[in-house]
């Protein structure tokens, strides 16, 4: 009778056991479509077996059953760490992609306008018109209103620069409004529901195996690593440039913060956590990080391109033997300003509020006072073929046309590596997806190994329940 009772305990085990697969299958059937899900398996063990006893003749231990050991969660840590530097590195080209591509935009001529190349051209030419026709006033004139479309080219270009570095970084206008401060809050947030994911599941590992809880936060950290060069240790430490966002545990939970500096000896912005610098060179913030850092180096060329430039043409313009077309000594520079920004022709030289009060006459274009002189302005035209220590040994053409070489190869570059990084996402989110993701046909196979396991103990149990009844009818009779 007891050894009955015994074999009623191991079905009503396999029963349990295999209609605990069945649950199991099923969750993975309805969930084949969710995003980071990964698939369960159900880990079957023996129960512990009965050892005999001193009252008992038998020499061997008793088999008990079976129980369910474990729900298995399909995971691969190493692909998933490849995928998560894979990620940061796609979201940080697909950021410059974008980034510098509206910079080479705002540098390239608009359809109405000619670009900072042709109007260095022009404004050489026109000296080179006076040098020719000196007496001429016309060429004076043309001369002016060339030198005021250059530097009226540099200031807007300077201006467009700022207001694309202010529109990411200080929440200007669209259409990239506040893009690094809202970065930045995104994964703040990130960091709260990851601290409380963490929590959770290292609570919930000294009790039971919190799948949805770790599908939750491998989903987390996939959309965190594009955002930001993240490292996680084995203990889900997630770090950044060796400063703890967050502890494995939950305990810890540390602010990203952004900092404005924009000055020349420091990065254009600057990054801390807990007080600490760190350097952020991935993810999408630290794309949209570099491009800033290329605005403000093309912003710095351009004002290192029209102060050379200024400070070449007004030395000869008001230096030793220069005059103007009236005989007297040069007593004006041709540009004012102190670089890109503020770039102008001299107000007594133009007036930008009525051009009929225009001075062309005060232009030196002679080296004596004659008339028909045109040598100084002949030594400015050649000021164009020049190449000056400011300008690393170039010309003023050759200093920015490399310039904008330089930004356009970097963003082919930049396309090109967010095309590859993209693709390697996919290939790993693929691969990730068959080892863990789930498969409907392996899935029906388990449905049906698990049913006739299920219909097979059912089958046991109502076996050894009628034998206990016709054992009892029996004694009873």
């Keep these: 009778m007891a050894s009955l009772h015994d074999s009623l305990t191991i079905a009503r085990s396999a029963i349990l056991a295999h209609q605990e697969r069945l649950n199991v299958v099923s969750d993975n059937i309805a969930n084949v479509h969710t995003p980071g899900y990964h698939r369960k398996r159900v880990a079957l063990a023996t129960n512990p077996a009965i050892d005999p006893t001193m009252t008992e003749i038998r020499k061997y231990d008793r088999g008990a059953g079976v129980t369910v050991a474990g729900v298995i969660r399909s995971f691969n840590a190493m692909k998933e760490g490849l995928l998560l530097e894979q990620t940061g590195y796609a979201g940080y080209y697909e950021a410059q992609a ?15 306008a000619a670009s900072l190349a042709d ?6 030419n026109a000296w080179q018109d006076v040098a020719v026709h000196p007496d001429t006033l016309a060429f004076r004139s043309v001369l002016i209103e060339q030198g005021a479309a250059l530097a009226d080219q540099f200031r807007t270009l300077d201006n467009r620069l700022d207001n694309f570095r202010s529109q990411i970084v200080a929440g200007a206008a669209a259409p990239y409004a506040g893009l690094m401060p809202g970065e930045v809050e995104r994964i703040n947030t ?11 599941i290292s609570y919930s590992l000294s ?14 950290l996939r959309e965190l690593s594009e955002a930001l060069d993240i490292v996680v240790d084995a203990d889900y430490n997630v770090t950044l440039d060796g400063q703890t966002l967050v502890s494995g545990d939950g305990s810890v939970r540390n602010e990203l913060v952004l900092t404005d500096i924009a000055a ?13 610098a760190v350097a952020v060179n991935g993810g999408r913030l630290g794309g949209w990080a570099n491009v800033v850092d290329t605005a403000d180096s093309l912003r710095a060329m351009l004002d290192t391109l029209a102060r050379e430039m200024m400070n070449a043409v007004n030395a000869v313009h008001n ?14 520079d ?41 040598a100084k ?17 170039l010309t003023f053409l050759e200093y920015f046309t490399g310039a904008m070489g330089s930004l356009g190869a970097r963003v082919e570059n930049a396309g090109q590596m967010a095309q590859d990084s993209a693709a390697v996402v996919g290939m790993l989110r693929d691969a990730i997806q068959a080892e863990t993701g789930v498969n409907l046909d392996e899935e029906l196979i388990e449905l049906v190994s698990a049913q006739r396991a299920y219909q097979a103990a059912v089958r046991l149990f109502t076996m050894i329940d009628d034998m206990l009844e016709t054992l009892i009818f029996r004694m009873g009779a």
Excluded: C
């Design 334 to 374: 041709f540009f004012a300003g102190t670089g890109a920004a503020d770039m102008t022709v001299h107000p007594l030289l133009r007036d930008a509020s009525n051009p009929i009060n225009n001075n062309p006459r005060a232009i030196a274009a002679a080296d004596a006072p004659s008339p028909g002189n045109g």
């Design 377 to 393: 302005a002949l030594e400015i035209a050649g000021l164009a073929h020049v190449r000056l220590a400011g300008l690393n040994e």
């Design 207 to 220: 009790h039971f195996q919190p799948n949805n809880l770790l599908d939750k936060r491998t989903e987390l």
């Design 319 to 332: 230096g030793p033997d220069a005059y103007d077309l009236d005989g007297n000594p040069s007593v004006l």
């Design 190 to 200: 990130m960091l709260t529901q990851l601290e409380d994911l963490n929590y959770r």
């Design 264 to 276: 020349a000896t420091e990065p254009a912005v600057r990054f801390e956590v807990d007080g600490v």
């Design 119 to 124: 109007s260095m051209h022009k404004f050489w």
């Design 98 to 112: 974008q980034g510098l591509g509206q910079l080479e935009a705002l540098l390239a001529p608009d359809a109405d």
